[in-house]
């Protein structure tokens, strides 16, 4: 029987272990700019895209087998999955990985903080959990569209066309799939995390590897260097399998907007990771667009993950 007192931790002690796995999957995903900043000089942005989320389906697919888990079988849960791995991975892995062939790692990683945002002005236009919005939140998403402003910089206004507020907005457009992909992959509580993450993958797989042969030709291209190959076998088994379990288990426990709130602890593990092993350099506007960024998504988030009790929150 359990006492009152075993009764009042283990729900405390349950979102600690989520809000652990939190901060891991932040760290890993943090980590993925830096890998792919290393890659990205010899390996084409898609078809970097296309080896990581292929490698990741095969090793998704052998893990959720040994657990004796079949994938899917409907069809239409299949067309379900087709979009959770458009949104969560085909699409905003290519639009970061040719936004970083332009732009420093770190701003990368400031900019893909602001899923969380996304999420709340979701929210906001179509209703989706409006009740829940408060003032503060309303707030944040201010502060965190003005240091998306102040990031960019006013230079960008004048460099509209050039590549390198293309990939600003490139990485903007990721966050905004990271927005979306979460809300979506709601859908799937039913299925255990493992075989969501290798079907969403696969699917990406079957999206990414013909779209790089049309428009990159791999074959055609001279052998990349170790360092190279090593950065994408990373990104593929540690910051895209493995991310992707711990991912879909956050949807069912802290919802889209508590997982999304991961976006902010990534940003500083990525422009960390990019002084640390790149050497990259961020201007003072990127440095105080980034502080307000995080003062927003904080102002977003934080709310969401302090339940004292009960089940870990949803949003």
Known sequence: MNTPAQQTTSPQTGLAFEIGLLLLLSLIWGSSFTLIKIAVPTIPPITMVAVRVTIAAVLLIVIAASQGHALPRRGSVWAALIVQGLLQSALPFALISWGEVHIASGLAGVLNATPPIFVLIIALTTGRGRQAISGRKIIGVALGLAGVAVTMGADALSEIGTAAPLAQMAVLGASLCYALAPIWGQRFA?????????GAMSCAALLMLPTAAVFEQPWTLAPPPARAIAAVVALAVVCTAFAMVIYFRLI???????TTSGSYLRAGFAVALGTAILGEHLTSSSLAGMALILTGVVAVTVPALRKPTGAPARN
Request: charged letters at 0%.
């Open 252 to 258: 069912h426990t802290l919802g889209p907007l508590g």
């Open 190 to 198: 039913g299925l255990p995390a493992i075989v969501t993450a290798a």
